[in-house]
């Protein structure tokens, strides 16, 4: 299905293909990958979280093959400006009801280099919500 595309990057979860046309094709390697994607497909709609949908990356499509979002290729930068950035980002989430799980790299002590991303205009962009926790009407 994905033949031409090659593997951009890999997690615990999912991997993840370069579609070659600027999208990014996330595919689950457990239950835990379904779930993420899910959760990352119904976050990103919601709604209620509308107001920090433009620190989410976009997605496309979503369906039984997997996920697909949009490819951001910017690193995150390590500096003081982006490390205020990233702490007031992460405040906005939890202001607005969102768990921000898996953005701060517990290694590396810092945020997560390999969830996150920035776009062109350089701000920060989260491209792993798949463990974000909120109140998901869709769930019972
Ligand atoms: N939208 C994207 N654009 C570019 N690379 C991505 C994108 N989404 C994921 N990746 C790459 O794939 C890796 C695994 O994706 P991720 O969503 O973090 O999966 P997991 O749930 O397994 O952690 C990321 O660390 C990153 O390197
Ligand atoms: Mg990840």
Same mark, same amino acid.
């Not at 490390?83 to 990233?86: R, V």
């Given at each position: 299905m994905v033949k031409s595309s090659k593997v951009i990057g890999?997690?615990?979860t999912r991997v993840v293909y370069d579609l070659g046309n600027g999208y990014v094709l996330k595919v689950a390697k457990n239950k835990a990958g379904v779930s993420s994607n899910k959760n990352e497909f119904l976050l990103f709609h919601s709604k209620e979280f509308a107001p920090i949908r433009q620190?989410?990356?976009?997605? %496309?499509?979503?369906?039984?093959?997997?996920?697909?979002? %949009?490819?951001y290729t910017q690193p995150f930068r390590m500096t003081k400006k982006y &490390?205020?950035?990233?702490i007031e980002l992460r405040s906005k989430f939890? %202001?607005?009801?969102? &768990?921000?799980?898996? &953005?701060w790299s517990r290694t590396h002590k810092g945020p997560s280099l390999t969830n996150l991303r920035l776009n062109h205009l350089g701000e920060i962009i989260v491209i792993d919500y798949g463990a974000f926790k909120f109140r998901d009407k869709h769930k019972k």
């Open positions: 890999s997690g615990r620190h989410l990356a976009e997605i %496309k499509q979503y369906g039984s093959h997997g996920l697909v979002m %949009k490819k &490390i205020q950035k990233f939890k %202001k607005n009801g969102i &768990i921000p799980c898996d &953005i």
